[in-house]
């Protein structure tokens, strides 16, 4: 990570730690001590226990669609180093807006770990595929509700403009992966305009264009074998599926720990689609202010007002800034910035469940 990578990722930290200030502020407006004091006395940890172990779930399950993606290209590596991988997307992903810089460092991180980066990117990208399309799916399905549109509908517009961002990107992966004409072009016609504007050499140039006809047919090698797998593809949407539940259902659990009555289960899990779907296109680190406004004006309809403002900040520490702490550790201590291994070649094996 070169120094202004370093002040990149410093000023997003310094930005999450000001969003997380402004939100105890709030919270402390609010509330008065005592009361604050009262209302997190009376919360049951053991459902905030059961929240922490949904979204450890919710990791593992990440870490396992992906390690059914990447050991087709590389069969002997441990579901440990993908975990490490699956924690160094988690951080990146919250510091960066639109969780752009996860994949870019798990690529980074399984290439140091010796897997070529061709291979690498296409597993993350089939990953990345699977998972915008089963939230797609996912939110289209309970978003179809009337009873819950009905409550929602001052803010329903957000829904459409999230699966308008979701599909899009969907769109431009699925192109990237079947067209490769337009994807050599554009990767080759930077390297042509850096060395028009005398960035680059000749010999650096040559080098580029090789690197770059290299890692693209290992890329496309790797994404015709993965697209025509499809039970692996099935086991990784399954996988999928079951991630995305865990981590609607945290909402639920916060709601238990205030001792709150019967709630509707599938109406929540479909709030939580909601808020998950709409803050997609918000570019902010970890969609902050958005995710917010977003669990307050869809949660709203569960949440007694004496108890919403303080489940937003048990959600946040729970969703939000829980994978940064730990995702955190992970990026510090598994040898991220260690000299890369050299790559692996070949095919690999079949996806497969074992």
């Known amino acids: 990570m070169n120094n202004a990578q370093g002040k990149h990722y410093g000023k997003s930290l310094l930005f999450i730690a000001a969003t997380f200030l402004v939100l105890c502020v709030w919270l402390l407006r609010e509330y008065s001590l005592p009361k604050l004091w009262e209302l997190i006395l009376g919360v049951r940890p053991g459902w905030i226990l059961a929240a922490v172990g949904l979204m450890v779930l919710y990791w593992l399950l990440e870490a396992g669609g992906l390690h059914l993606a990447v050991r087709r290209f590389a069969p002997d590596q441990q579901p440990g180093t993908t975990f490490c991988a699956t924690m160094i997307g988690q951080f990146f992903n919250c510091i960066t807006p639109f969780s752009s810089g996860g994949q870019p460092m798990q690529a980074f991180y399984l290439m140091k770990r010796g897997m070529a980066l061709s291979f690498a990117s296409c597993s993350l990208m089939i990953k990345f595929i699977v998972y915008q399309f089963v939230l797609t799916i996912y939110s289209a399905l309970f978003i179809g ?10 803010v329903g517009w957000l829904a459409f403009v999230g699966f308008g961002v979701n599909i899009l990107v969907i769109t431009a992966l699925l192109c990237l992966g079947f067209f490769r004409g337009p994807a050599e072009k554009f990767l080759y016609g930077i390297v042509s305009l850096l060395k028009k504007l005398r960035i680059i050499g000749q010999e650096k140039a040559e080098r580029a264009n090789a690197r770059i006809a290299k890692e693209l047919e290992e890329f496309y090698e790797g994404f015709a074998q993965i697209r025509g797998d499809i039970g692996g ?15 609607f259902l945290i909402p639920l659990c916060i709601f238990y720990a205030f001792g709150l009555g019967r709630v509707d289960i599938l109406l929540m899990i479909c709030a939580g689609a909601f808020v998950l779907n709409f803050t997609s296109f918000i570019p902010l680190p ?9 669990f307050h004006t869809v949660f709203g309809l569960f949440f007694p007002t004496r108890f919403l403002s303080l489940a937003i900040l048990l959600w946040r520490l729970l969703t939000f800034y829980l994978p940064i702490l ?7 201590t598994a040898g991220v910035w260690q000299k890369a291994k050299p790559g692996r070649s070949g095919k690999g094996k079949q996806i497969s469940a074992s």
């Open 286 to 294: 970890g969609a902050a202010a958005g995710a917010e406004i977003g």
């Open 233 to 247: 593809i099935l086991k990784i949407s399954l996988l999928t599926a079951v991630q995305l539940t865990a981590f």
């Open 326 to 332: 730990v995702g955190g550790i992970f990026t510090a």
């Open 145 to 154: 509700f009337k009873t819950f549109t009905s409550e929602i509908s001052a």
